[in-house]
């Protein structure tokens, strides 16, 4: 029976425009196609694309300045995850808002990898052993610490591990290449970490104090010696609130401390470190720093590399009261 040609330009209309909607998809900001390798975090998409090369195409989901706890995927973006081929997230909790939608890929097939879960994380708890009182307060003690990159040894494993997942579940690349690539870059993570170590061992000992908006410089803290007084938000996330108590006792630990500077993520307001850093009755500094995202092109921290060098000038800086 021949199908009646209203049907049939109902039918082909609609197929049409559940083309075009799959085309919107692919075309997404920042998610160009769809297909290949696809990246939640923009400091994980940047080692990524360091590893792969040329080799294929590698999709960012996370703009420059965001949050990586609050950051949320549209519909579309949803379905570019959906359609990857490998998607390599942080994990250990810190995408929040994208976490159902990597596991809603791996239902539907797609290879993920938690990169976090293999680089030997630390938790909360065990970030500040020898170094503190790190986890007094936190309401994260205990659970992993997501924030792996703060050591530039461990994104060495994470380089590691997304080389040998790309070459062996991204079809068409080269795996020699990809290796090459992740042999290149290792190198240049490795001078990163003694150029920090040199750094930091400017700071007088006695002087190498954190306090940050939230526990986000654990693997820091262990790698280069510091010791942790405490955050201004007593959690692992930036959705998490300080209260009046909170604060109180991070102030007086700052006074006792002495600490001259708080240290605050450049993505996120700095009026509650500064509200802390008033109640300590001293005179502290409130100094950004790019812990959780990269920026924009030409503001400082566009690259991992980039990114870890500014922030070790900050801190050093700002420790040694400069």
């Known amino acids: 029976m021949a199908t009646p040609p209203a049907l049939l330009r109902?039918?082909?209309?609609?197929?049409?425009a559940g083309a075009a909607l799959l085309g919107s998809a692919a075309c997404a900001p920042g998610a160009d196609t769809g297909e290949g390798i696809v990246v939640t975090t923009n400091i994980l998409g940047d080692i990524t694309r360091e590893v792969v090369g040329d080799q294929a195409e590698v999709t960012v989901l996370m703009r420059p300045d965001a949050d990586p706890h609050s950051f949320a995927l549209s519909a579309r973006e949803a379905?570019?995850?959906?359609?990857?081929e490998l998607v390599v997230y942080?994990?250990?909790?810190?995408?929040?808002?994208?976490?159902?939608?990597?596991?809603?890929?791996?239902e539907a097939?797609?290879?993920?990898?938690?990169v976090g879960a293999g680089v030997d994380p630390l938790s909360f708890a065990s970030a500040g052993e020898g170094h503190g009182d790190a986890s007094a307060g936190n309401e994260s003690a205990g659970e992993p610490d997501p924030h792996f990159w703060a050591d530039p040894r461990r994104v060495v494993l994470a380089v590691d591990l997304i080389a040998e997942h790309v070459a062996g579940q991204v079809d068409g690349v080269d795996a020699?290449?990809?290796?090459?690539?992740?042999?290149?870059y290792t190198a240049e993570l490795e001078e990163l970490d003694a150029w920090m170590a040199g750094e930091f061992a400017a700071v007088p000992e006695e002087d190498r104090k954190?306090?940050?908006?939230?526990h986000v410089f654990g693997y820091l803290a262990q790698r280069y010696g510091f010791e942790v007084i405490g955050t201004v938000i007593p959690s692992g996330t930036t959705l998490a609130?300080?209260?009046t108590s909170d604060l109180k006792s991070l102030s007086d630990a700052v006074r006792e401390a002495g600490v001259d500077a708080v240290f605050a993520d450049s993505s996120q307001p700095d009026r509650l470190a500064t509200v802390m850093a008033e109640e300590a009755g001293v005179r502290v500094d409130v100094v950004p720093l790019f812990s959780e995202s990269l920026s924009e092109e030409g503001q400082g921290a566009a690259t991992y590399l980039e990114m870890m060098r500014a922030n070790t000038g900050s801190i050093a800086t700002g420790l040694r009261g400069e």
């Open 10 to 16: 109902r039918a082909t209309a609609a197929a049409l």
């Open 79 to 84: 379905a570019v995850v959906e359609n990857a």
């Open 90 to 106: 942080n994990g250990l909790g810190l995408e929040e808002g994208v976490l159902r939608n990597v596991a809603a890929a791996e």
């Open 109 to 114: 097939g797609v290879p993920a990898l938690e």
């Open 176 to 184: 020699d290449a990809v290796r090459a690539n992740a042999e290149a």
């Open 210 to 214: 954190l306090v940050t908006n939230h």
């Open 241 to 243: 609130s300080p209260s």
